[in-house]
């Protein structure tokens, strides 16, 4: 049986919202909404569900799509869902692509930081709205977590551009001080706007947790402001109704740094039953279409940290021409720079290897440096092409023969069985796609397929 919505809990919504009270905690008793949002990078020759489609979400920007759906399909047996062909998303935690004009940015970002990042739902917005110059640093924490954000990082942009790290905030401070243009704080929080999905939230809950959640939102975000770059914005969010943790975390940080509020209101126009503050915009399930969600953004006016020293540390090593000429399989050359880090050789940029090298000299956690497009796993077969490499457009490079299943061969091979074809393949390693989106990657030998679907991403039902 469900836990009833606390007493205390509807009684403090009472004091805080008179409004509108009753119909968020009414909310709270029926099922959530289900949304998800297309990757942009992929393209699809019909929707994903498209029979349960149940209306576009009208807050995300032009570019990207997504759309509610009318009942909760089992996404786990659908093989587009493994491949990052779209990201099962709250329609209110897409509510970053709403605002991201209102940020008015006068130089592109160098260097953005999603500090509190798994399962990575934020960080995939991110990589999608950020320009493609611009580094996105993921950090997550928990171990665990940390595992599953670099899975669908890895799947929706072959986690491009990107440093993922395991690591507690104030581990990253010495490394990132006065560097980042851009830092999400996704919080975390009490959870009070994701009790109708969360039985934890309402288990969970007391005035305690909320005191206990506010004092953990501080000690990040003072990590947070000593990070950030001169004119860096703060993106402050959480999945809570609470003011605590809201407008009133949002006051303590004008309270006590140096720093302006961006003004959210129009975006609240875009967004049917939204409200703005005057601090941020709040989403309250029962009243949007969507679960709860917080979310201001703050500039930095003055400088809390002056970067300690431009990062000058020993660079990577690059993979020498010999090796890279010795990727048969990545057939037309490309601009890019190369790097051979353990046995896997990644595409970095300039910047990213002396952010990268620096981390390595504060023996950061590095869950993964950037794009991996091929590993060494048996050496007497040299560099095979990496799982990473399917999910980025350097794919289209490589010349992989393709092996193309359907719907329940593709979940035999998304669960690590073997595969046997009555086509001959090709010897040698060939990528498995499914309604021509890349899966993963198989060893032909001519008439059987050994199966090198990633063991930790294998499916379970
Ligand atoms: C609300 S979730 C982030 C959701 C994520 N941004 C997304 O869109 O998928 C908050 C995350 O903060 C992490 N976290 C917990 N305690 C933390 C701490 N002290 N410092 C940083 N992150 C923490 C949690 O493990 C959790 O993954």
Same mark, same amino acid.
């Given at each position: 049986? +469900?836990?009833?919505?606390?007493?205390?809990?509807?009684?403090?919504?009472?004091? @805080?919202?008179?409004?509108?009270?009753?119909?968020?905690?009414?909310?709270?008793?029926?099922?959530?909404?289900?949304?998800?949002?297309?990757?942009?990078?992929?393209?699809?020759?019909?929707?994903?569900?498209?029979?349960?489609?149940?209306?576009?979400?009208?807050? /995300?920007?032009?570019?990207?799509?997504?759309?509610?759906?009318?009942?909760?399909?089992?996404?786990?047996?659908?093989?587009?869902?493994?491949?990052?062909?779209?990201?099962?998303?709250?329609?209110?935690?897409? #509510?970053?692509?709403?605002?991201?004009?209102?940020?008015?940015?006068?130089?592109?970002?160098?260097?953005?930081?999603?500090?509190?990042?798994?399962?990575?739902?934020?960080?995939? /917005?991110?990589?999608?709205?950020?320009?493609?110059?611009?580094?996105?640093?993921?950090?997550?924490?928990?171990?665990?977590?940390?595992?599953?954000?670099?899975?669908?990082?890895?799947?929706?942009?072959?986690?491009? +551009?990107?440093?993922?790290?395991?690591?507690?905030?104030?581990?990253?401070?010495?490394?990132?001080?006065?560097?980042?243009?851009?830092?999400?704080?996704?919080?975390?929080?009490?959870?009070?706007?994701?009790?109708?999905?969360?039985?934890? @939230?309402?288990?969970?809950?007391?005035?305690?947790?909320?005191?206990?959640?506010?004092?953990?939102?501080?000690?990040?975000?003072?990590?947070?402001?000593?990070?950030? @770059?001169?004119?860096?914005?703060?993106?402050?969010?959480?999945?809570?109704?609470?003011?605590?943790?809201?407008?009133?975390?949002?006051?303590?940080?004008?309270?006590?740094?140096?720093?302006? /509020?961006?003004?959210?209101?129009?975006?609240?126009?875009?967004?049917?039953?939204?409200?703005?503050?005057?601090?941020?915009?709040?989403?309250?399930?029962?009243?949007?279409?969507?679960?709860?969600?917080?979310?201001?953004?703050?500039?930095?006016?003055?400088?809390?940290?002056?970067?300690?020293?431009?990062?000058?540390?020993?660079?990577?090593?690059?993979?020498?021409?010999?090796?890279?000429?010795?990727?048969?399989?990545?057939?037309?050359?490309?601009?890019?720079?190369?790097?051979?880090?353990?046995?896997?050789?990644?595409?970095?940029?300039?910047?990213?290897?002396?952010?990268?090298?620096? @981390?390595?000299?504060?023996?950061?956690?590095?869950? #993964?440096?950037?794009?991996?497009?091929?590993?060494?796993?048996?050496?007497?077969?040299?560099?095979?092409?990496?799982?990473?490499?399917?999910?980025?457009?350097?794919?289209?490079?490589?010349?992989?023969?393709?092996?193309?299943?359907?719907?329940?061969?593709?979940?035999?091979?998304?669960?690590?069985?073997?595969?046997?074809?009555?086509?001959?393949?090709?010897?040698?390693?060939?990528?498995?796609?499914?309604?021509?989106?890349?899966?993963?990657?198989?060893?032909?030998?001519?008439?059987?397929?050994?199966?090198?679907?990633?063991?930790?991403?294998?499916?379970?039902?």
């Amino acid at each position: 049986m +469900q836990t009833p919505v606390p007493s205390e809990l509807k009684a403090k919504l009472a004091q @805080a919202y008179p409004e509108h009270a009753s119909r968020i905690v009414e909310a709270l008793e029926t099922p959530p909404s289900v949304s998800l949002r297309l990757n942009p990078a992929r393209t699809l020759s019909a929707h994903p569900f498209a029979e349960l489609e149940d209306g576009t979400i009208p807050w /995300l920007p032009t570019e990207l799509e997504g759309y509610w759906l009318s009942e909760r399909p089992t996404f786990a047996l659908d093989p587009l869902w493994h491949a990052g062909a779209y990201y099962v998303q709250d329609a209110s935690a897409m #509510t970053l692509a709403t605002i991201w004009e209102q940020l008015g940015w006068h130089e592109t970002p160098k260097l953005a930081l999603d500090l509190c990042a798994a399962p990575g739902g934020k960080s995939t /917005l991110l990589r999608d709205l950020l320009p493609a110059e611009t580094l996105l640093v993921s950090n997550e924490i928990l171990p665990k977590r940390c595992k599953i954000l670099v899975e669908n990082m890895v799947k929706w942009c072959g986690a491009d +551009q990107m440093i993922i790290t395991q690591e507690e905030p104030q581990r990253l401070t010495p490394w990132l001080q006065g560097f980042c243009d851009l830092i999400l704080v996704d919080a975390p929080c009490s959870g009070e706007g994701l009790m109708r999905r969360d039985e934890e @939230a309402r288990r969970m809950w007391s005035p305690q947790l909320v005191a206990d959640c506010v004092t953990r939102q501080r000690s990040i975000l003072q990590e947070a402001m000593r990070m950030l @770059a001169p004119e860096g914005v703060l993106l402050y969010a959480t999945c809570t109704l609470n003011q605590e943790e809201n407008d009133q975390m949002v006051q303590w940080l004008l309270d006590n740094y140096p720093c302006e /509020l961006i003004d959210l209101s129009h975006c609240a126009e875009r967004i049917a039953g939204a409200c703005a503050t005057s601090y941020g915009l709040h989403l309250w399930p029962g009243i949007v279409r969507g679960e709860g969600q917080y979310l201001a953004a703050l500039r930095l006016t003055d400088i809390v940290e002056t970067p300690s020293e431009t990062h000058k540390a020993k660079g990577l090593t690059r993979t020498s021409r010999q090796t890279f000429d010795s990727l048969s399989w990545l057939s037309k050359a490309t601009s890019a720079d190369y790097y051979t880090i353990g046995e896997r050789i990644y595409q970095l940029t300039p910047e990213a290897t002396q952010h990268l090298a620096e @981390a390595y000299k504060h023996r950061l956690a590095i869950a #993964t440096p950037g794009l991996e497009i091929a590993s060494m796993r048996h050496q007497a077969k040299g560099y095979e092409p990496s799982f990473a490499l399917l999910h980025h457009p350097l794919y289209a490079t490589a010349g992989l023969p393709a092996l193309e299943l359907p719907l329940q061969e593709a979940l035999r091979y998304l669960r690590g069985e073997a595969l046997t074809t009555e086509t001959p393949t090709e010897r040698g390693v060939t990528v498995i796609t499914y309604r021509g989106i890349p899966l993963g990657l198989a060893h032909s030998t001519g008439a059987r397929l050994n199966n090198l679907y990633p063991k930790p991403y294998r499916l379970r039902i």
